[in-house]
């Protein structure tokens, strides 16, 4: 007979490598924009897996795809492709700039190839077009290349030698990107709205000056849109509302809703880069993600949804903003769409798991982004009805904060 495992958040301690510090709740249920923990005890889902669920949790459409696909073929390798693959492109090619897609597994794997692909693209006119310009507090993934292009040293520290022939530059930073650029340049990279750094969103000027020296200059301009693509912003893609079209764009998170997916889109100029065996994953265009995927892409992409985003965005800002005014622990609100970010006043900077925790004794889960800033990244189709329940329980966290209740008994 088999052995009946207990787990508990202890075992996490116990058992797993110790790359993370989890909160002290263990989720075993979730349904749209509801979370319960293995106590029965509810919780808002402000975090959505961080931007992943954009659907929500168990969204019916995308329970049904996946079912229907299990049934089918569940794997065939890239030896051969596969229906849901070349749909997923379709659509992909469809309705973006893109006229091509790789599909990996995750946001780091589909930087990665956008970083190799570029210097390909690079080096295959000239042997020194190889640098990468990036930019400080970016964060574009947890692999050797993306710790070293992403702009937190505290990533990469301890695991030198590092790949190398890449510049950080500060961010929203016209003159010293002019300054920077040259003919050695393969590449521009960046984050539209830097997330993990802090939600700070790009100035349209800088943006349009990255995208004309990547023109001038002949390097591409590769748009790192894991956290906001897909919608989040308030359109499928952040680029836009920008108004500028890149070279390569990156995309995962919130693409397959909650089932592991990666995608790299790019015009036909930089695809030539890359030749058949050049660059390959084993689960790429994976059926079960790309059926899954095919779904999030019809449901995100639509002018109701897009639109709910933006209204939801607009409550959300103007309540936390309220909220922040009464208990004095928010500064201000930033971001875009439903990639919101609440900056911690003076006396809160660099408490903000404070906050979190007490978020989550009063049922609502919110994520920080680094030490000074709430972070708020729900599904796109929360109801108004949960916003407003997620919101008044953070409230109610706030004030138990400003009070100084007891902290840790849930
Ligand atoms: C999360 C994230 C990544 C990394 O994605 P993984 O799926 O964790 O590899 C890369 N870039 C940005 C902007 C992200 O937010």
Redesign the pocket.
Do not use: L, Y
């Given at each position: 007979m088999k052995r009946a495992i207990p787990v508990s958040r202890a075992t996490f301690d116990e058992v797993m490598v110790p790359t993370y510090q989890p909160a002290d709740v263990l989720v075993t249920r979730g349904l749209g924009s509801h979370i319960w923990d293995q106590q029965g005890r509810n919780y808002i889902d402000f975090a959505g897996g961080?931007?992943v669920t954009s659907l929500g949790h168990c969204f019916p459409k995308l329970v049904t795809a996946l079912e229907a696909q299990a049934h089918r073929i569940w794997h065939v390798s890239n030896v051969m492709t596969n229906e849901p693959a070349l749909q997923l492109a379709y659509k992909l090619v469809d309705t973006t700039f893109a006229s091509r897609v790789f599909f990996c597994?995750?946001?780091?794997?589909?930087?990665e190839a956008a970083f190799k692909l570029a210097r390909r693209y690079g080096v295959g006119s000239d042997p020194d077009k190889c640098l990468i310009v990036a930019f400080e507090n970016?964060?574009?993934?947890?692999?050797l290349f993306?710790v070293s292009v992403?702009g937190q040293p505290q990533y990469a520290d301890g695991f030198g030698p590092l790949p190398e022939g890449i510049l950080h530059l500060p961010f929203n930073d016209v003159s010293a990107l002019e300054k920077t650029m040259s003919r050695n340049v393969c590449a521009i990279v960046m984050?539209l709205v830097?997330?993990?750094g802090g939600v700070n969103a790009a100035d349209p000027l800088f943006v349009q000056a990255a995208r004309d020296l990547c023109s001038r200059y002949d390097a591409l301009l590769i748009l790192?849109?894991?956290?906001?693509g897909m919608g989040r912003t308030g359109h499928l893609f952040a680029h836009e509302y920008y108004g500028i079209v890149p070279d390569v764009l990156?995309t995962?998170?919130g693409l397959g809703g909650g089932f592991?997916i990666?995608a790299m889109l790019c015009n036909e100029r930089s695809a030539r880069a890359l030749t058949p065996g050049s660059h390959g994953s084993t689960y790429g265009g994976n059926p079960l993600a790309c059926a899954v995927a095919s779904v999030v892409l019809d449901e995100v992409n639509s002018t109701e949804l897009l639109e709910g985003v933006r209204s939801r965005s607009d409550l959300m800002s103007n309540r936390l903003d309220t909220i922040g005014k009464r208990h004095g622990i928010f500064d201000h609100v930033r971001g875009l769409g439903l990639l919101l970010g609440v900056s911690l006043s003076e006396n809160w900077k660099g408490r903000v798991r404070e906050i979190v925790d007490a978020g989550l004794r009063n049922g609502v889960w919110a994520l920080a982004a680094g030490p000074d800033v709430l972070r708020f990244a729900p599904a796109l189709n929360i109801p108004v009805a949960d916003v407003n329940e997620g919101l008044d329980r953070l409230d109610r966290a706030c004030a138990e904060l400003v009070r100084g209740d007891a902290p840790f008994q849930r």
């Open positions: 961080v931007a597994n995750s946001g780091a794997e589909a930087n970016a964060f574009h993934g947890r692999t993306t992403g984050e830097q997330g993990e790192d849109e894991v956290q906001t990156t995962a998170k592991p990666g």
